[in-house]
């Protein structure tokens, strides 16, 4: 007769025991990993919008505008932009969505749950000009959800030439 080769009850237990210790070290890692692949993709949604405005202005050489937008049809009276945003043809530059002006794209609830995105200075909109220029900076503050040890704020300026740069700030 054969004999059967297995493990034993106490290998087995060592081998879960060194398991769970590898895992109890590994999933902090991976929270703060998903955290910072949360934060940046909505850093992404928000550059490709103003890149799309911008985009939008030079090639069609009229006005752009993009604002805070909480129902995705009107321009929001605050500037926070956390609800979404909407970009489109200011046919008489009054930063407001009007009769007539084409809304060309509406980006609602895009950032990832629990972040906010603030104006710091209180604008709730800014208009492209048909060379891709703004006349006022603009400054977005991405505040991510967790805690700001994990994942730091992401700081959006858009110059008035019309170029954004991003940068990594304290919450």
């Known amino acids: 007769?054969?004999?059967v080769r297995g493990f034993t009850l106490v290998e087995l237990v060592v081998t879960v025991v060194i398991l769970a210790i590898v895992i109890m070290f590994a999933i902090p890692s991976f929270n703060t990993l998903m955290n910072r692949i949360s934060t940046n993709s909505s850093r992404d949604k928000i550059l490709t919008a103003f890149h799309y405005a911008r985009s939008e202005a030079i090639s069609q050489q009229a006005e752009v505008t993009i604002c805070a937008s909480a129902d995705?049809?009107?321009c929001s009276a605050t500037s926070n932009w956390t609800s979404g945003w909407i970009?489109?043809?200011d046919d008489n530059g009054n930063q407001t969505?009007?009769?007539?002006?084409n809304v060309l794209s509406v980006w609602q609830n895009e950032l990832v749950h629990g972040a906010t995105l603030e104006e710091d200075n209180n604008k709730v909109a800014t208009t492209f000009d048909a060379n891709g220029t703004i006349g006022i900076p603009l400054v977005l503050t991405l505040e991510p959800f967790t805690n700001?040890?994990?994942t730091e704020a992401r700081v959006f300026t858009l110059s008035?030439?019309?170029?954004?740069a991003v940068t990594e700030g304290d919450c």
């Open 87 to 89: 970009v489109f043809l």
């Open 1 to 3: 007769m054969r004999q």
């Open 97 to 101: 969505v009007d009769t007539g002006d």
């Open 160 to 164: 008035p030439v019309g170029r954004m």
């Open 72 to 74: 995705g049809a009107n």
């Open 148 to 150: 700001c040890g994990v």
